[in-house]
């Protein structure tokens, strides 16, 4: 039962790729996609259950392998690709109506999407570093696709750009993969068990300390490559702004956290064996990207790369809460993920509802969209002020957390990490208020009704969920994160 | 132990390995790029051959095979027939390091590589302690090949000597790696070896290059 749970959750998302295969038309592959999305996240929510009631699932020697932990990211990125899904329609058809997309980009556009996600899943199921690492870069050539869709010859350098620099960066990882079967040649285990994670952790204790050093560094810079921790980060703006907006929204709210999955199962073999090594280095990684990522979104022109300077900053975030450890530090941190992953889901769906309205990614060129769109308006503005963290929305209550981890042990750095926060928040908020507010400007072109509803849908759900985080925190979610942190430490 | 050990012979094949990286790194002409890749592959393929025969394992022959048809063989055909050939590429002028600096700096790699993985650092046990840093310095070598070149194919060309710096790696540390990983791991550089052609051929229609410097419309 548990078995088909995990199946469902990993294949659901091949419904789009089915139908673009069988030649449908945007309608059809836009739809399949989002019943593919939302029924992968409806088994994600009965998996996690599951493995609440019963513990820890394993299957064919640790190859399957669903923890609280995987269970909690698997929920996270499932419910990014329904949404994701559901903004796809409006997308694809809208585009479609325009000729702005041949048949032949709509298909790609499914095919690729749903072996995006369905790779993403799967590598979160696995307990397998080695085939985790083979499917995160597996997903990366998917949705390199994805990147280069659209066709202009930006789109294409930017998907060059971000197939070299990953593949590079996770052939690192690839390295510190192998410096981690070697460390656990003492172990007595089967050479198929050398890579399953459980085994491992069992055992963390008796792994060689050196080379166990080397595994986590090399594999913080590699998978690091795929969260976007500066200075590893180069390839992410670019990608972000030049693939399809719900593309951008997978990319941002799914696969940056798949890597980070990665990196704290390696941190936590490190936590195990060598005590608080890795928080050091996630620290420096995390300070670095914050500090790039609010830099980088002073006076951004493009809307599309200030969202990627801002999934910088919160992988930083992340990354820090992770190294400032602790029960409230990886609290923080989990919370924080699921958060800016709905939040920066829906913003980027809003900045691609924003597109098909104006056709442009230049700040200056749109003015009042409250005015003629009152719904996307309404959540680029409320959708950015969750996204700095301000009360009544889930981010807030996550980047608190964090800060109170910070204050027991680390305050200097706490305090560098608000004055950052602070800069972020007057970058971000004066660029989007100026979209959604100000004057209106621009020309304009409405999509029919029925997509503008669909378009708008993800969106407001996006934000309702994000204001129920940050009121009331699910007792579901409160004891999957808990039970998480109990898997690894 | 005879002189003809198999770990002395892998650490030959590993020298050889190492010495065409240089090679690569010292030419210019796109022509040659492959044909040094050519070769590097089917001496790793050698390489894995006879880690396979010392240990008698069956898994390590088929690697060895694949490693042969697919690095060997079918990249650099691939490479250049749909690359070098139709985009009619010649001397590569996109260097940004002149050739003897670039060399120069590869032999500082190379001996960073051997003081940081040094053979005496090295626990017992192993086939040949020399490979694990020679593949150190073929994966910074590889490194460094992409860094200078400017042109997409030759960045292409050098992550595939990464690659293959992380194989030698592999067969010397942990030999007995599990086979689905490799296998998989394999699927993933064609199926990115693919993806990289078409992408390159795409760009080389828009752009009417694929000089990876001109590539700067998004510099921002």
């Known amino acids: 039962m548990t078995l088909m749970l995990v199946i469902l959750v990993c294949c659901l998302p091949l419904a789009g790729v089915i139908a673009a295969s069988a030649g449908m038309r945007a309608k059809g592959i836009g739809v399949a996609s989002a019943a593919g999305g939302t029924g992968a996240f409806a088994a994600a929510c009965a998996l996690a259950v599951r493995v609440l009631a019963d513990g820890s699932y394993a299957a064919g020697g640790g190859t399957v392998y669903i923890d609280p932990l995987s269970a909690f990211f698997v929920v996270t990125v499932s419910a990014v690709v329904a949404l994701a899904g559901i903004g796809s329609i409006s997308y694809l058809c809208v585009e479609e109506e325009r000729h702005a997309l041949s048949r032949l980009q709509l298909r790609l556009y499914g095919i690729s999407f749903g072996f995006f996600a369905s790779l993403m899943l799967a590598s979160l199921e696995t307990g397998n570093l080695g085939l985790l690492w083979v499917l995160i870069e597996a997903s990366t050539l998917a949705s390199a696709v994805l990147v280069a869709l659209e066709g202009r010859a930006t789109s294409l350098e930017a998907a060059w750009k971000y197939i070299i620099i990953s593949s590079f960066g996770v052939t690192i990882a690839l390295v510190g993969t192998l410096f981690l079967y070697y460390s656990a040649n003492e172990l007595r285990l089967s050479p198929d068990q050398r890579l399953i994670w459980p085994a491992l952790f069992g055992n963390a204790g008796a792994l060689e300390a050196a080379s166990l050093k080397l595994a986590f560094l090399l594999a913080v810079v590699g998978y690091g490559t795929k969260v976007g921790l500066a200075p590893m980060h180069t390839w992410l703006p670019d990608a972000h702004a030049e693939a399809p907006s719900p593309a951008s929204a997978m990319l941002s709210a799914a696969l940056l956290n798949t890597g980070m999955y990665a990196i704290i199962r390696f941190k936590a073999l490190t936590n195990a064996q060598l005590g608080s090594y890795g928080n050091g280095i996630l620290l420096v990684f995390g300070f670095a990207s914050i500090a790039i990522g609010a830099l980088f979104m002073v006076r951004r022109r493009n809307f599309k790369r200030l969202f990627a300077y801002s999934s910088v900053e919160h992988m930083g975030i992340i990354a820090v809460a992770l190294g400032f450890g602790g029960v409230l530090g990886i609290y923080g941190a989990l919370l924080h993920t699921i958060n800016h992953a709905i939040g920066k889901c829906m913003l980027f769906l809003t900045s691609g509802e924003v597109m098909l309205r104006y056709r442009t990614t230049i700040v200056n060129d749109i003015g009042g969209v409250m005015g003629p769109a009152p719904v996307v308006g309404t959540a680029l503005l409320l959708g950015s002020i969750a996204i700095l963290g301000s009360p009544p929305f889930g981010l807030f209550l996550s980047e608190f957390t964090i800060v109170r981890a910070g204050f027991t042990g680390h305050a200097g750095l706490t305090f560098l990490l608000l004055a950052l926060l602070v800069v972020a928040f007057v970058a971000f908020a004066y660029t989007t208020a100026s979209m959604a507010l100000g004057k209106e400007h621009g020309e304009l072109l409405l999509p029919s009704a029925p997509l503008r509803f669909i378009g708008g849908l993800p969106l407001v759900v996006g934000l309702l969920a994000l204001l129920l985080l940050g009121l009331w925190i699910p007792s579901g979610v409160n004891t999957l994160i808990l039970r998480s942190i109990g898997a690894i430490t | ?220």
């Open chain 2, 1 to 220: 132990m005879t002189i003809f050990s198999e770990a002395v012979l892998l650490d030959l094949l590993s020298v050889a390995i190492l010495l065409l990286t240089f090679a690569c790194l010292g030419s210019k002409l796109f022509d040659r790029y492959v044909a040094y890749y050519a070769l590097q592959s089917i001496v790793l393929s050698a390489a894995i051959a006879l880690v396979a025969y010392y240990l008698g394992a069956w898994d390590l022959w088929a690697l060895a095979v694949i490693t042969f048809l697919v690095k060997g063989v079918g990249i650099p055909v691939a490479i250049r027939r749909y690359l070098i050939i139709r985009l009619e590429l010649k001397r590569d002028v996109a260097i940004s390091t002149g050739i003897s600096t670039s060399l120069i700096i590869g032999a500082l790699l190379t001996a960073f590589a051997y003081f940081a993985v040094s053979p005496s650092s090295l626990p017992d046990g192993l086939i040949a302690t020399s490979s694990v840093s020679l593949s150190t310095a073929i994966i910074l070598l590889g490194g460094l090949c992409m860094v200078v070149r400017r042109n997409t194919v030759a960045q292409l060309i050098g992550w595939l000597i990464l690659e293959n710096g992380v194989f030698l790696g592999a067969i010397a540390l942990v030999a007995t790696f599990p086979f689905i990983v490799e296998a998989g791991i394999f699927l993933d550089l064609v199926a990115g070896v693919l993806i990289m052609l078409t992408f390159v051929s795409g760009l080389a229609h828009r752009l009417a290059t694929t000089n990876a410097s001109e590539l700067r419309e998004l510099r921002e």
